[in-house]
């Protein structure tokens, strides 16, 4: 298990604009299950986007779809959350995860829901 660093967190008015940043140490960035995931005070955890670092499908909370985008620079090892028209619904914590395992038919998000290990979050205010 390796370590996840998160940064690009802050406070933006409704209809900004954030982009987060998660850099990977400590295994093998490629064949991996990675994304984002957040949590808002009083809330359940909630899948925001996910990805599998080997390349293919891309995916979203339904929240999210059209406003977010997710990307990744493996040379970097490090994967990004580009945030567009951000509401104050969007306020929360937010968790870079990665997950080396998946069941049969799991997208990215639900391998990292069920077998991720998280950074410590950056936080994002996002005020009307």
């Known amino acids: 298990q390796g370590q996840l660093v998160e940064s690009g967190g802050g406070s933006v008015q409704a209809g900004g604009s954030l982009r987060l940043s998660c850099v990977a140490s400590?295994?093998?960035?490629?064949?991996?299950?990675m994304g984002w995931f957040r949590q808002a005070p009083g809330k359940e955890r909630e899948g925001v986007a996910g990805?599998?670092?080997?390349?293919?499908?891309?995916y979203y909370g339904d929240s999210v779809k059209g406003r977010f985008t997710i990307s990744q620079d493996t040379p970097k090892k490090t994967l990004y959350l580009q945030m567009d028209n951000l509401k104050p619904e969007d306020t929360g914590m937010y968790y870079c995860?990665?997950?080396?395992?998946?069941?049969?038919?799991?997208?990215?998000?639900?391998?990292?829901?069920?077998?991720?290990?998280w950074g410590q979050g950056t936080q994002v205010t996002v005020s009307s």
């Open positions: 995860g990665a997950a080396t395992s998946a069941l049969s038919g799991q997208t990215a998000l639900q391998a990292l829901a069920r077998f991720g290990w």
């Open positions: 400590g295994y093998p960035y490629s064949e991996m299950y």
């Open positions: 990805l599998y670092t080997g390349g293919g499908r891309t």
